[in-house]
């Protein structure tokens, strides 16, 4: 049995997801796009999910993947303080993976040991 092709439909474009929501070509990611899987996932984005958003995208363009939950949890860190450097900061934000859900929501390929 095949799945049905799964889209996004933003300004009358659609754009097409895997089976798990994440985005088939990461040139389609947008602002609103984010919005959009967001809500799918039950996330109101905030600036601080923005903060991680845009974080979640300069890692992969530094390291060429999504980061699993340490990696992020320390890049965040590092960025951002201390005080957000931390899973239970991420988890509120983006539950109930911060990797795989901010990683979706940014745009990104999911993170390679994310079930």
Known sequence: MTNPERALEIDGRKIP???????????????????????QEGIELTPDHWDVIRLLQAFYREFELSPAM???????????????GRSIFLMQLFPPSPAKIGSKIAGLPKPTNCL
């Open 17 to 39: 997801l895997d089976k798990e929501g994440f985005l088939r070509n990461l040139d389609d990611w947008s602002p609103e796009i984010a919005e959009a899987i967001a809500a």
């Open 70 to 84: 340490r990696p992020l949890v320390k890049y965040v860190g590092q960025h951002l303080g201390a005080d957000k």
